[in-house]
């Protein structure tokens, strides 16, 4: 009877602490229902929440991959075990991947964490343009990514990533869709060479009477027990009211594009949810609960 409460305790908890995570990812390999080390395409682990309907991803690519190494960032604790990567190439060549979301109903505040790493350098040769991560609707390919004349604007929601700014190095950006229709970047801290970016977004669709959709940014927060605090604890942080998602209802997958990027990237806990406390939870009070729970349970027995 004591082990059965003791479990009761921890799930009522992880589930009050899920109930606004719409997907997360953390990229574990090695179990049965995980990721396997190797190309994206055609892997199918199950995930709560976020990934149990069955949704394949579908890449193009066998240099985007499933790794066994975690990417680690100071103040996100999170499960350990693998992480997304692309293996760099010199060849100029649209190179992505999406991964379907279980369904959800949809509403007018998004939560998005992320963490991404642009590794050491770029190769002798190729080109330097994006590669970035994040949550949108299915779409098109290069042409639309690249906001060709020909083509539709059809990419919504938000990406995060790298692209080259001074020469030779990463700039870290935010890469969103703006009121013309086009995808355009935002800069968010420049020359970031090897280094693991824990990047947060907050999404209000049709703010302002319907006429404006908002994107609130947090870089590198050392204390996200609140909003309030990851403002006051940034590396960088800012409002981008530019950005054009047009419906609530757009986001419906997990996307990874890498264009005429000639560079290793590495992304990891990919995170969408409602409450900035579903993405960025509190790892330790969770643990600080449960064990009182089980603490009281053992007394009583």
Known sequence: ???????????????????????????????????????????????????????????????????????????????????????ASSFDFFRAGHHKIDAYTPVNTYYMSFLVNPGSSFLGSGSREHSVVGFTN??????????????????????????????????LIMRARNGAGDLEDTLLVSSVDNRTMHVMFRLDVNVGGGSVDEVTYWVN???????????????????????????????????????????????DETRLGTTFGAVAPEPTTLGLLAIGGLAVLRRRS
Not at 18 to 40: E, F, K, M, Q, R
Not at 142 to 170: I, M
């Open 1 to 87: 009877m004591k082990q059965a409460l003791s479990i009761f305790v921890v799930l009522a908890l992880a589930s009050t602490t899920h109930a606004t995570l719409i997907a997360a990812d953390s990229y574990v390999n090695g179990g049965p229902s995980d990721y396997t080390v190797g190309g994206l395409n055609g892997q199918n682990p199950s995930i709560t929440p976020g990934w149990t309907e069955g949704n394949a991803w579908s890449v193009g690519s066998a240099n985007l991959q499933a790794d066994n190494i975690t990417l680690t960032n100071g103040a996100l604790t999170h499960p350990t075990g693998g992480k997304g990567k692309y293996i």
């Open 138 to 171: 299915f779409w098109g390919g290069k042409n639309e990514f690249e906001n060709a004349p020909a083509a539709a604007s059809e990419v919504y929601g938000l990406f995060t990533g790298f692209t080259e700014g001074a020469a030779g190095e990463a700039d």
């Open 221 to 267: 927060p050392t204390d996200i027990s609140s909003e309030a605090q990851a403002s006051a604890t940034s590396e960088a942080t800012g409002l981008v009211n530019t950005f054009a998602m047009d419906t609530n209802s757009r986001i419906d997958r997990k996307w990874v594009v890498v264009n005429d990027y000639a560079r290793t990237f590495f992304w």
